[in-house]
């Protein structure tokens, strides 16, 4: 047991693609998912997280340790969050939201929540069909009739830029 | 792994969605039936609103009065002009203002509207009779999220309900004179909507002694809230 031999500083993340990352207790407490495990004593060994890939668990991991050190200064954090969002594409961003929800990371999935918004504004119909992978379930006739009711919507939106 | 996105789970788009601004979310009631579902739900209007004023930090204000109507934004030490909003309701006087709704008359104050610039929706109100002399309010119920309208004249007051469509009129409890501050009627009759109440100020005669009344949406009714004793000068201007 844990508890018992000392806790350990230090927790081993295990990916789905089995990829291995080690990470201060301290950080990764930062996930509820991983703390209820900790505190339930089961992470002595190796900690599987079953949702999440081996590239996303590593960004993830460059999150923790950089949110965790900034001392309670919610100004920097935030700055810290938009920085480390900054360079993020569509498809990281999904990846980035779906680990955060897993994990239970209320602070990043409000984040990257808040960045796909952000990136989706100005975009088009079809943009965010591609993206979402969403089936258009219209006939043209209530497709034709949805846009007409809100026309004014379709001014000023960004040429695609995914093909 | 992340070509096609579709496994993204409701909760997680909604939580996305709720961020957006208006205007994007009615044009993306086109992507699919499902999500003009989501977008049209009472429950996501209201978290959205909450979204909205919990993040928007901008200050942003819209100036009544002008038209075409400008968004202005307060910034450090500067005030910037960002867009100018054309309506239907051109020639319209903004009464009130709650939640991004904005009660107008044409100045007849029998035909009335409520018009959100955000989503462009706008709804016509027609009062019984012409109450230039009224006191007007706009003001969101927190318990049921209904918009109410308050006309309120001499004896009565109409309180009109946007969920029920219809008004009723109730008789005053207090003996409260709306219109008792200034000359200037069209602007000291005006409620100022705060956490979904309308508040108004009111005065004797000679605007010697003043009160804060406020019609309290929950239970359609007017009260006073007492000024603080130490608030001396009872000349100061509202």
């Not at chain 2, 004797?204 to 000068?233: G, S």
Request: overall charge negative; proline content about 4%.
């Amino acid at each position: 047991m844990a508890a018992e031999t000392g806790t350990p500083t230090t927790l081993t993340l295990k990916s789905n693609d089995d990829e291995l990352f080690s990470v201060a207790e301290s950080a990764a407490i930062l996930s509820v998912t991983i703390r209820n495990m900790v505190e339930d004593g089961c992470a002595g060994g190796v900690i599987p997280l079953d949702n999440v890939d081996g590239k996303t668990l590593a960004s993830v991991i460059t999150y923790m340790n950089g949110i965790s050190a900034i001392p309670a200064d919610e100004e920097k954090k935030k700055s810290y969050r938009d920085k480390f969002l900054s360079d993020k594409d569509f498809e990281t961003l999904a990846d980035m939201v779906l680990a955060a929800n897993y994990l239970n990371m209320s602070c990043l999935m409000d984040a990257v929540s808040a960045k796909i918004a952000q990136v989706m504004e100005k975009k088009s119909v079809g943009w965010v069909r591609r993206k979402f992978g969403i089936e258009n379930d219209y006939t043209p006739e209530e497709e034709a009739a949805v846009k007409e009711e809100h026309k004014w919507t379709f001014e000023g939106v960004e040429t695609d830029d995914d093909n | 792994m992340a070509d096609n996105t579709s496994y993204l789970p409701p909760e997680i788009i909604e939580s996305i969605l709720s961020r957006l601004p208006a205007k994007s979310l009615l044009r993306f009631k086109s992507v699919s039936k499902s999500w003009n579902t989501m977008i049209a739900d009472p429950v996501f209007v209201q978290n959205h609103i909450r979204q909205s004023k919990h993040s928007n930090s901008d200050n942003l204000f819209l100036c009544p009065n002008t038209y075409p109507i400008p968004v202005v934004k307060l910034g450090d030490k500067k005030i910037q002009t960002l867009q100018r909003i054309e309506s239907r309701y051109a020639r319209w006087h903004e009464l009130c203002f709650c939640d991004g709704v904005i009660l107008l008359t044409d100045g007849t104050y029998m035909r009335f509207a409520l018009w959100n610039p955000s989503t462009r929706t706008s709804k016509n109100l027609w009062y019984k009779y012409s109450c230039p002399e009224a006191a007007f309010g706009l003001c969101r119920d927190p318990a049921t999220d209904d918009f109410k309208v308050v006309i309120a004249d001499s004896n009565y007051y109409s309180v009109y309900s946007c969920k029920n469509k219809s008004w009723i009129m109730l008789k005053k409890k207090y003996d409260v004179k709306y219109t008792g501050l200034g000359v200037n009627l069209s602007y000291n009759n005006i409620g100022v909507c705060v956490d979904g109440a309308s508040y108004w100020v009111w005065g004797n005669d000679n605007a010697t002694q003043i009160e804060l009344v406020y019609f309290d949406p929950r239970d359609d009714e007017f009260k006073i809230l007492h000024m603080p004793e130490n608030i001396a000068d009872a000349n100061q201007k509202f």
